[in-house]
């Protein structure tokens, strides 16, 4: 099975080929902190924020585009990926998943989908990944710009032949900007 994940601080959604988008879900995992096991993925964990006692948390591992937490990351995965193939523990799957600019952030995407049981991981960045959903004919001798907000980093590129010319990775996007209007609407409503 080929599928990709957009792996996201906020939400998280899985491509499987042939059958489309099949799985996108909250980016939260709620965890036994007594024994880190790990109760809920996604929908559930959501549902649990705020409302849970002091030995279960619900937690986002992403925090601004980047692993927080590496071993609630690969749970989530794992789950996600289980959930989206229907499969039992033998399949091992080729994973794309987008990643953002930068060295760290690859390693820890790698090493977290490797984890969730992967058979072969392949990384593309997120504005590549953004261009070719656009469809933008990123194979030209012209430079094409994306921009790609999410709810924790914004990614910027320029692409010409198929590649990056250059690309950047800022941690301020959606959840951030909603935040800045929600106090600014705040402040001038009360």
């Given at each position: 099975k080929d599928i990709a994940i957009d792996l996201g601080t906020a939400n998280t959604l899985v491509y499987v080929r042939g059958r489309g988008i099949v799985l996108r879900e909250p980016s939260v995992v709620a965890v036994d902190v007594r024994t880190d096991e790990v109760l809920a993925v996604g929908k559930q964990a959501k549902e649990m924020l705020g409302r849970t006692p002091d030995s279960i948390v619900a937690v986002r591992p992403l925090k601004d585009g980047?692993?927080?937490?590496?071993?609630?990351?690969?749970?989530?995965?794992?789950?996600?990926?289980?959930?989206?193939?229907?499969?039992?523990?033998?399949?091992?799957?080729?994973?794309?998943?987008?990643?953002?600019s930068g060295e760290v952030e690859r390693r820890a995407v790698e090493d977290a989908a490797r984890s969730a049981g992967s058979g072969k991981v392949d990384l593309i960045l997120?504005?590549?990944?953004?261009?070719?959903?656009?469809?933008?004919?990123?194979?030209?001798?012209?430079?094409?710009?994306?921009?790609?907000?999410?709810?924790?980093?914004?990614?910027?590129?320029?692409?010409?032949?198929?590649?990056?010319?250059?690309?950047?990775?800022?941690?301020?996007?959606?959840?951030?900007?909603?935040?800045?209007?929600?106090?600014?609407?705040?402040?001038?409503?009360?």
């Open positions: 980047v692993i927080a937490d590496f071993e609630v990351t690969a749970a989530m995965l794992k789950y996600f990926v289980r959930k989206a193939l229907k499969s039992g523990a033998f399949s091992r799957p080729h994973i794309v998943i987008c990643i953002p997120e504005p590549m990944a953004a261009a070719l959903g656009a469809g933008i004919a990123i194979d030209k001798p012209r430079g094409s710009m994306v921009l790609d907000i999410g709810g924790g980093t914004s990614e910027m590129a320029v692409i010409s032949y198929g590649d990056p010319v250059v690309s950047e990775s800022v941690r301020v996007a959606g959840d951030r900007f909603d935040e800045a209007i929600a106090a600014h609407l705040k402040k001038k409503y009360g």
